[in-house]
């Protein structure tokens, strides 16, 4: 069997294979890729790159629904959220094309002793590698490979393995956009490929979105041949509830930061730190809200929220919340059918329990009760994670106070779902280092050559 494959988690169907490429052919598109760099981006301005990149934003908003439904298959993922991840892939293409200009224009310095003149010219470094994860396969990729592209960087993309279809008609894009050949290029590579690709002088940096495990073997790679990485890993995103005036709208905002994607995106809400008062009627109405929710077929367009997305996914979270319940902590609803996981409620989490550390990546919620601010900022810091995070509270400026205190890459206050094109992504600790999204993703991999002008 091929190791690109789909097999609809809902059904456990297998579909589509692709052949892994072969070393020949991956030489090739190395090689196509450096000379497009060379030929292509160095000769083509600002503004061609970007009408090239709002081009393939037109073309997901025109193919939208084909898009959703490969998706639906691969993954699982319900079609309107589907649809949903299709449409904010067009409005980050349309961001960088915008914005392209002003994110890569000349950047003059002030010079100390006045004599002449100097700026900052930002130019591509040459070719990048993407390795990208299965949970939003467009979303991963719009941002990562719109702002490298109007940058001038040339796309190497190594997508999951169980989302060769999607990875199929991404590449249908950019070519039908009319990019040239070695701009954008999906490779299905194994493993032990990419480590080659990681290596190869040609290429001058590897971005990666997945797993920890994932994300040290691919920088060590890196580290041993001087390139350049930026990753997103995991996260455990506390959720810290101080005050409301609210709790019903508060409720429904977690149960939306809990179970999008059937919880199984890395910066969803997953630990819920709330102040004591309001511990006990949260709990109650979050685990009435969230077993309430029944997972169903992906394909209706009334599904919350589809199966979880493989066997493997699955047989991981169920082994986690075996050891939770194991370890003293009470478990309302996450039962399991097929891929299909309940939502649920875990509470009596304690530091010795292997659920405090872990990464739940699925739609279960931790609830802890904690009496003061500051024991709630202890908690929502006792991760190895620091991705996002959520503070509520009716007083501002304890919200800005908590939120610098707050060990992560990004914090929403009194909001979820909040995401957008222009804000920055990624975080620190063991989820990874670097940013996308927003003027940041221009910065990772570009040269910002200092040129001085005497007078």
């Not at 954008?184 to 490929?193: K, S, V």
């Not at 009470?330 to 872990?358: C, I, K, Q, W």
């Amino acid at each position: 069997m091929s190791d690109y494959a789909v097999t609809n988690p809902a059904t456990g169907e297998l579909g589509k294979t692709y052949p892994t490429i072969g070393d020949a052919e991956l030489a090739g598109a190395i090689a196509t890729a450096d000379r497009a760099h060379s030929e292509w981006s160095r000769a083509a301005t600002i503004e061609e790159r970007a009408a090239l990149v709002r081009r393939v934003g037109e073309l997901h908003t025109e193919r939208r629904d084909a898009l959703a439904e490969i998706i639906g298959r691969e993954m699982g993922k319900p079609i309107e959220q589907a649809l949903g991840e299709v449409d904010f892939c067009a409005a980050i293409y349309e961001y960088y094309a915008d914005n392209a200009a002003t994110l890569l224009a000349d950047e003059p310095i002030s010079l100390s002793d006045g004599d002449g003149s100097a700026f900052v010219r930002r130019s591509s470094v040459g070719v990048i590698l993407g390795i990208m994860p299965w949970n939003f396969p467009y979303y991963q990729v719009a941002r990562f490979a719109g702002p490298n592209l109007v940058v001038g960087n040339t796309i190497l993309l190594k997508h999951a393995s169980q989302c060769p279809e999607s990875a199929a008609a991404i590449q249908a894009i950019y070519d039908d956009a009319g990019f040239p050949g070695g701009a954008y290029t999906n490779i299905y590579a194994t493993n032990d490929q990419i480590a080659g690709v990681i290596a190869d002088p040609r290429v001058h940096g590897v971005s990666v979105t997945g797993s920890e495990r994932a994300g040290a073997a691919v920088a060590e790679i890196a580290g041993r041949n001087l390139k350049k990485v930026v990753l997103e890993l995991g996260g455990s995103d506390p959720f810290v509830l101080l005050s409301t005036d609210d709790l019903d709208g508060v409720v429904e905002s977690a149960v939306a930061a809990r179970l999008d994607n059937a919880g199984q995106s890395c910066n969803a809400a997953k630990r819920f730190v709330v102040a004591a008062d309001l511990y006990e009627s949260f709990v109650r109405k979050l685990t009435d809200a969230l077993t309430a929710v029944e997972p169903g077929d992906p394909f209706s367009p009334d599904a919350e929220m589809g199966p979880l997305s493989s066997a493997t996914a699955a047989d991981r979270l169920e082994d986690q919340l075996r050891r939770a319940v194991a370890g003293g902590a009470t478990l309302v609803g996450g039962t399991r059918d097929g891929n299909f996981v309940s939502p649920g409620v875990l509470t009596g989490v304690t530091p010795g329990n292997s659920a405090h550390l872990e990464e739940f990546f699925g739609p279960i919620a931790i609830v802890y009760r904690v009496d003061s601010e500051d024991e709630a900022v202890a908690v929502a810091n006792d991760t190895p994670y620091g991705l996002g995070s959520y503070v509520f509270t009716t007083d501002p400026d304890q919200a800005l106070r908590v939120a610098d205190r707050i060990e992560a890459g990004m914090v929403f206050v009194n909001v979820v779902g909040a995401d957008a094109a222009e804000l920055p992504f990624g975080g620190v600790k063991r989820s990874g280092f670097g940013r996308e999204l927003g003027r940041y993703a221009t910065e990772e991999f570009v040269n910002r050559k200092m040129i001085r002008v005497g007078g």
